[in-house]
């Protein structure tokens, strides 16, 4: 137990449907992410939330959208997905350490196992 | 971000020390190396981290050369529940970039 919790931990999902994701951080952490990870492939770093603002979108398609309402909950919605955007969905958290130059560990949570068909 | 070299898989006796290696020639001054560890899909789970001086904790121990541009994660005992993909980073700020791993199997 980490102390980072995701819903759900897996979900099918038609090419058409809206679903989102959610990340819960029990930890007081004011950094959260979201990773892909795909079969046989490194995590991919998707997202990134300093202090609720976004600070790093790598090149993802507009068809995955983040949500950070506060510093605790992390959503990723999904609309119009394509078979190959079946992964492990990784939400992590860390104390932010941009400002002062630091370099804090991130605790990742369980995943979302998420199959589109 | 510098990038990290480290063998596909390594195999380990059960209760022997585990050491992987990480080459990691492009890091620069301000950029810690980090360890963490994948089991079966589940999420990555944190070891240990570093920036010139070695490191201990409860799970592992990280030496780090002094030009930094190698480093080495030892399991002191090794044990099967130890089996897993594990990951060398070399983290600035907040970003995290995972290469392939290393698949260590303990084997009894």
Request: charged share 20%; aromatic share 10%; with cysteine.
């Amino acid at each position: 137990e980490t102390g980072v919790t995701q819903t759900p931990r897996h979900l099918v999902m038609g090419m058409t449907n809206k679903k989102s994701l959610k990340c819960e951080q029990h930890l007081g952490h004011n950094a959260m992410y979201w990773y892909k990870q795909s079969a046989k492939k490194p995590l991919e770093l998707m997202f990134v939330y300093s202090l609720e603002e976004r600070v790093e979108n790598n090149s993802v398609p507009s068809r995955f959208s983040p949500e950070c309402p506060n510093s605790s909950h992390l959503f990723l919605h999904l609309h119009t997905l394509q078979p190959e955007d079946s992964a492990l969905y990784l939400c992590a958290s860390s104390q932010d350490g941009t400002g002062g130059g630091h370099s804090y560990e991130q605790y990742f949570g369980p995943g979302t196992r998420l199959t589109v068909t | 971000d510098a990038k990290t070299t480290q063998p596909p898989s390594m195999d380990c006796a059960e209760g022997r020390a585990a050491n992987l290696p990480c080459n990691h020639s492009t890091i620069s001054g301000n950029e810690y190396v980090y360890w963490y560890r994948q089991i079966h899909s589940q999420g990555p789970q944190y070891i240990i981290h570093g920036l010139k001086n070695n490191e201990t904790n409860e799970m592992a121990s990280l030496i780090i050369t002094e030009d930094r541009k190698s480093s080495t994660l030892i399991l002191p005992h090794a044990t099967l529940r130890d089996t897993a993909v594990y990951y060398c980073i070399v983290h600035h700020f907040n970003k995290f970039y995972f290469g392939s791993g290393t698949k260590l199997n303990v084997k009894p």
